[in-house]
């Protein structure tokens, strides 16, 4: 959820992007050939900025989302790490003391030490599987594109004929 103060997510429930409205419409307050130039490019700035404006908030708000995933692919990387570095090392000592019992202890040994580093292998995978899967601001790249084809005065119902459907 958005408020005055910027973006933020409260308490535990999941967090999926939301951008209330976009606010595009056709504001030509002039009738035509009445408007001064100075009163047309006023409008058209004015109409530039807030378009601008709603554009970085529909980034904002994706990008949140997308940035929930990264942290927990981050946080996977970091776990594989600390296994990665310090590996539980006493515990991991104690099985190839008990393994040397019936193996030689540098058999022994490998063998802990395999299974050491497929465990830290196993966790990296799922991490960098997690991070793969951050995609870029489709709803953004999809508006800005739409942009280009808006005509002057026309604006509003090129938006509204977008959404009306096939038989519109």
């Known amino acids: 959820m958005s408020n005055q103060n910027g973006l933020f997510t409260s308490g535990t429930e999941d967090f999926s992007a939301k951008v209330n409205s976009i606010p595009l419409s056709d504001v030509d307050t002039h009738g035509a050939g009445q408007g001064s130039i ?91 599987k997690k991070v793969k899967k951050i995609s870029a601001p489709k709803k953004t790249i999809d508006s800005v594109s739409d942009l280009k084809h808006l005509v002057p005065g026309q604006a509003t119902k090129k938006l509204e004929a977008k959404n009306r459907g096939m038989y519109s």
Not at 60 to 83: D, Q, R, Y
Not at 98 to 115: G, K, N, P, Q
Request: proline residues 0%.
């Open 38 to 128: 100075g009163n047309l490019i006023s409008d058209a700035t004015a109409q530039m900025s807030s378009l601008f404006r709603a554009e970085v908030e529909l980034a904002k708000t994706e990008i949140a989302g997308e940035a929930k995933k990264g942290a927990i692919g981050g946080g996977l990387f970091g776990v594989a790490g600390v296994i990665a570095l310090y590996s539980s090392f006493f515990f991991f000592f104690f099985v190839a003391e008990l393994l040397s019992t019936w193996l030689d202890r540098w058999a022994a040994f490998l063998i802990v030490f395999l299974v050491m580093v497929v465990m830290a292998a196993g966790l990296a995978f799922f991490g960098y």
